[in-house]
């Protein structure tokens, strides 16, 4: 989640300009410490990069941020950049980086994904739209080289910040880019999925981010330091949710932990959070941008285009997606990840061809910007497309059916009473990744999934062998049936792509690998069953009655070839990076281990229950 992209911005300072000149940034650019007073009198620290040669004016470049803006003080220089990778530093602008409220070195009071306000009658109705205003305005008046444009840019947390300044912008900014966004945190970003708890990430995360000092500071300090080498086996051990707030670990000294328990409903505290219904009448150029294989925040960047698109159709709003992880295109390189290899440098063909000349075309009226719609990236065939819409308007709407014998087909099935069951025990759950590991196994979302096909509590569906490509493309919706002995369950859906016996172990192997009948995990998500019918008001399944799912899975593009299989797998657990549902219906943070019981689960495919994944495909 967020903490991997902290780690991901140190690694990515530590080396995104290797070719720079040592005193690049020092050499090329003047640095102005402020701190900016907002219309309640609050003051943001801004940190401020300038080009040395006043030949001519430039536009700002900012990014406001909850993970520091430093290095403060105006004798110290960042080793690289300025800018968010080497092209733009190299380009120019002025380039602006803020701590938000109540953040290291600002002032206030920090709030997890500030609440936008719709109307604000006097000075003190602040939101993230009314401070980028501000700091805006005052860079306007007061640094004299600027050219009157102002470009909004951000990832994960800092994607946040950059689609929160889009409604009621500032007259100046003319393009924002909110890159994986994080943008609804019950329903897809972060916190949760669909109201499941996302444990292993958010555990690690907030244990040092949550640690929130009452004045500006320029470091933090966590509130502890997990050193478990097995994260698998630490979760377990720890047992129900509320051991987290032992002695040592958050003590209840966490915030933000305590708020994302408490609020266990899509109550007001979540509703209030979700930037989406704020993107209406939006004014400047957006570039929304995201990774395939973004384990924090896919559902961020498909869904602030969706909300875009929907909201303000006029908008000039485009979407970017390539095969990456989180802030992996701001890398230097990503030409390969897990056993994929992509064949080319993606990281840099987004930075030379769309985020340099969109920042370009409409902060600089330099070169032409003629991007598509949509520019996605197919993760099987390693090429870039592009479509006029997203999803794509020309997609036909399929239906792949659950059959008998853990049969896949497009065909529904004709069985009178058909269904699988298996147990799912919380004292065994499912693993979401094989092998042993101390944090999140970022890979997890392209590894082969053979190590839970083997297990009981797993159930496998798979076609036959392709005789022709089929390509994915768009959202899918996994509409099934089940039935359960408890009153509570997750549902864990994944789409799988079978490689062929005959398929070619990857060229380097250092791994020794077998890519023979490897099922490489497309896209998974997972469904608290109590929210099945509303996210606000949760219902107990009634035991052994069957009952009506669906699980909304983020957008795939991706080409299943012919010899290859397409598989689904259903499951109830993926530990931990999911916590574990008692199976009974109750409010989980108030678990006692005793609470945490079996259940048999069954999956229905029958005429009368049609178990199947609605998928969209293109020519």
């Not at 994915?472 to 996994?478: C, E, I, Q």
């Amino acid at each position: 989640m967020k903490a991997f992209l902290h780690i991901l911005i140190l690694l990515i300072c530590a080396y995104q300009n290797h070719a720079q000149a040592p005193n690049f940034v020092k050499d090329n650019y003047d640095k102005w410490d402020r701190q900016i007073t907002m219309r309640d009198g609050i003051k943001l620290y801004t940190v401020i990069y300038i080009p040395k040669d006043k030949t001519q004016k430039y536009p700002i470049l900012m990014e406001r941020t909850p993970y520091s803006a430093g290095p403060y003080g105006e004798s110290n220089f960042t080793g690289n950049g300025p800018g968010p990778n080497k092209l733009l530093s190299e380009e120019k602008y002025i380039f602006v980086a803020q701590d938000v409220r109540g953040r290291y070195m600002s002032e206030g009071k920090f709030e997890e994904m500030t609440p936008h306000k719709f109307t604000k009658k006097t000075p003190q109705d602040t939101d993230e739209s009314t401070d980028t205003y501000d700091t805006v305005e005052w860079l306007l008046k007061n640094i004299p080289q600027n050219n009157g444009r102002v470009g909004i840019i951000g990832i994960s947390y800092p994607g946040f910040y950059a689609s929160a300044a889009l409604p009621d912008a500032h007259p100046a900014i003319k393009a924002v880019s909110p890159q994986a966004p994080v943008t609804d945190e019950f329903v897809g970003d972060d916190a949760r999925h669909n109201g499941a708890f996302f444990l292993l990430d958010n555990f690690s995360f907030l244990s040092y981010f949550d640690a929130q000092p009452d004045k500006p500071v320029p470091t933090y300090n966590g509130n502890f330091n997990n050193r478990s080498k097995d994260a698998y086996d630490f979760f377990l051990k720890l047992g129900p949710l509320k051991n987290a707030n032992g002695e040592k670990y958050f003590n209840n000294k966490g915030r933000i932990w305590n708020e994302y328990l408490q609020h266990e409903t899509y109550d007001d505290y979540w509703k209030s959070r979700n930037i989406r219904p704020a993107l209406k009448n939006i004014k400047p150029a957006t570039l929304v941008v995201g990774g395939w294989f973004d384990a924090e925040d896919l559902f961020g960047a498909l869904r602030t285009y969706e909300a875009i698109e929907k909201q303000t159709p006029s908008n000039k709003n485009q979407l970017v997606m390539g095969p990456w992880t989180h802030g992996a295109w701001s890398r230097p390189e990503w030409n390969e990840f897990g056993t994929l290899n992509f064949g080319t440098n993606t990281a840099k063909f987004f930075q030379e061809e769309l985020e340099l000349k969109f920042f370009n075309f409409y902060l600089k009226d330099k070169g032409q910007w003629n991007a598509a719609e949509a520019t996605m990236f197919n993760t099987s065939t390693n090429e870039w497309k592009t479509f006029e819409t997203w999803p794509p308007k020309d997609s036909e709407k399929k239906e792949l059916h659950f059959q008998a014998n853990g049969k896949l087909s497009w065909n529904e099935t004709t069985e009178k009473d058909g269904f699988d069951e298996y147990v799912s025990d919380p004292a065994k759950p499912v693993p979401y990744t094989d092998g042993i590991f101390a944090r999140r196994n970022n890979q997890y979302m392209v590894e082969d999934q053979r190590f839970a096909s083997r297990r009981p509590d797993v159930l496998t569906y798979e076609t036959e062998a392709l005789t022709e490509e089929v390509t994915l493309a768009g959202p899918m919706t996994a509409h099934f049936f089940a039935s359960t002995t408890g009153t509570d369950a997750d549902f864990i859906v994944k789409l799988i792509d079978v490689l062929p016996d005959d398929a070619p172990n990857p060229s380097p192997n250092p791994k020794n690998l077998t890519m023979a009948g490897y099922q490489r995990l497309v896209r998974a998500e997972v469904l608290r069953g109590k929210f099945r019918n509303s996210f606000e008001k949760p219902e107990p399944f009634v035991p052994n009655q069957v009952t009506d799912v669906k699980v909304r899975m983020p957008d795939v593009l991706h080409t299943f070839k012919k010899g290859h299989k397409i598989m689904v797998q259903i499951q109830s657990s993926w530990f931990p990076l999911v916590d574990r549902n008692p199976q009974k219906f109750m409010t989980i943070p108030e678990a006692d281990e005793k609470d945490f019981q079996k259940a048999t689960i069954r999956i229905y495919h029958s005429t009368q229950h049609d178990s199947h994944l609605h998928v969209g495909t293109v020519k």
